[in-house]
């Protein structure tokens, strides 16, 4: 089975910390996406990364940035938190076509 | 822009029905679409992926159809259970079978009643 890890389910940062999200998988999936869920607005796209190093602007980059120096790991990154990046995060990873697999989340709290 | 939309936003069912979960999309050009589970506070888990050429998946109680030139595709649940109850969504690959034109529902909240 297809494993997303999401380094932590809670965090409660300050107005103005940077923040970082890491998610790993352990498929060799070259594909991993970073969403963002918020009640209302379903889920939304924020960077996908396609190959190590490679990275594209999902629907909403503002704010955030990412990093993926590893195949398997995928960072997004709050280069100052504000509290509207309060929010449900999402890291999945898949290959072509396949399906497409979830992490836990991490519900961060920004205050 | 494709747009999918997931009626109604909320069921409620007694234990034991057999229950039919819908999902509309705009545009019939897509690669495939997979419906996921999600419980409270947690990630999605994947359930079935239907590829466009395919008019259903089925997996143990669930079946997944597809009608892509309706744009309509239904996961049907039996024999319901307690723990069943979850939030469901859809969501449409585009044609060009990119994960980056993904298009999610925005859910169908299911309780099964003891």
């Given at each position: 089975d297809v494993k997303v890890t999401q380094s932590s389910r809670y965090l409660v940062k300050r107005t103005g910390e940077k923040v970082f999200l890491e998610c790993v998988q352990?498929?060799?999936?070259e594909n991993m996406f970073w969403y963002r869920q918020d009640p209302g607005l379903g889920l939304r796209l924020i960077y996908f990364s396609y190959d190590v190093k490679m990275k594209e602007k999902g629907d909403i980059p503002e704010g955030y940035s990412v990093s993926r120096e590893k195949k398997e790991r995928f960072s997004l990154i709050l280069e100052s938190a504000s509290t509207n990046q309060t929010s449900m995060y999402l890291c999945a990873s898949s290959v072509f076509g396949s399906p497409l697999h979830f992490g836990n989340g991490t519900r961060l709290t920004v205050t | 822009k494709q747009e999918v939309t997931q009626i109604p936003a909320a069921l409620s069912v007694p234990e034991g029905e057999n229950l039919v979960l819908n999902c509309s999309f705009t545009?019939?050009?897509?690669?495939n679409l997979q419906w996921f589970r999600q419980d409270p506070g947690k990630g999605l888990t994947s359930l079935l992926l239907i590829q466009s050429s395919q008019r259903e998946q089925t997996s143990g109680r669930l079946n997944a159809s597809l009608d892509k030139s309706s744009g309509r595709s239904t996961l049907y649940i039996a024999?319901?259970?307690?723990?069943?109850s979850a939030t469901y969504l859809c969501a449409v690959r585009g044609a060009s079978g990119s994960a980056r034109q993904l298009t999610f529902g925005s859910g169908t909240q299911l309780t099964v009643l003891p």
């Amino acid at each position: 089975d297809v494993k997303v890890t999401q380094s932590s389910r809670y965090l409660v940062k300050r107005t103005g910390e940077k923040v970082f999200l890491e998610c790993v998988q352990d498929m060799d999936h070259e594909n991993m996406f970073w969403y963002r869920q918020d009640p209302g607005l379903g889920l939304r796209l924020i960077y996908f990364s396609y190959d190590v190093k490679m990275k594209e602007k999902g629907d909403i980059p503002e704010g955030y940035s990412v990093s993926r120096e590893k195949k398997e790991r995928f960072s997004l990154i709050l280069e100052s938190a504000s509290t509207n990046q309060t929010s449900m995060y999402l890291c999945a990873s898949s290959v072509f076509g396949s399906p497409l697999h979830f992490g836990n989340g991490t519900r961060l709290t920004v205050t | 822009k494709q747009e999918v939309t997931q009626i109604p936003a909320a069921l409620s069912v007694p234990e034991g029905e057999n229950l039919v979960l819908n999902c509309s999309f705009t545009d019939s050009a897509i690669y495939n679409l997979q419906w996921f589970r999600q419980d409270p506070g947690k990630g999605l888990t994947s359930l079935l992926l239907i590829q466009s050429s395919q008019r259903e998946q089925t997996s143990g109680r669930l079946n997944a159809s597809l009608d892509k030139s309706s744009g309509r595709s239904t996961l049907y649940i039996a024999a319901s259970q307690p723990g069943d109850s979850a939030t469901y969504l859809c969501a449409v690959r585009g044609a060009s079978g990119s994960a980056r034109q993904l298009t999610f529902g925005s859910g169908t909240q299911l309780t099964v009643l003891p």
